[in-house]
């Protein structure tokens, strides 16, 4: 007869992403159980506004080059082709929710007909 094993596999710290292009992000590896909803609002805050500044430089580079300006071009700036712009805008949206939500408070549950206040 086959003994059981009731061993666990040891789990990692922080948790895998599952995007391959990702990585685990300090404001989460570094948080304690109680600081995770606040290190996950810190992570979404930096997600959006790097985002944000990459539409303004791509916005900013179509400024200037529709306005001849291109001496005065940062290096750093390039334009996004359409799909990718729209894709980041997308990112900013969702990303904006998330934090929006993680960012309420919770409220307590309705009381229920039958409760009795104390």
Request: aromatic share 6%.
């Amino acid at each position: 007869m086959a003994n059981p094993n009731h061993t666990a596999a040891p789990h990692a710290a922080v948790p895998i992403p599952t995007n391959p292009l990702s990585r685990p992000y300090w404001t989460r590896a570094e948080a304690s159980p109680d600081e995770h909803d606040a290190a996950t609002l810190a992570g979404l805050a930096i997600a959006i506004h790097a985002l944000a500044r990459v539409l303004t430089n791509s916005e900013a580079f179509r400024d200037q080059h529709a306005n001849s300006q291109s001496d005065t071009l940062d290096p750093g700036c390039s334009p996004l082709d359409t799909p990718t712009t729209e894709g980041l805008f997308a990112a900013l949206y969702f990303l904006s929710e998330q934090a929006e939500q993680l960012s309420q408070p919770l409220l307590p549950p309705p009381p229920h007909s039958g409760d009795l206040p104390y």
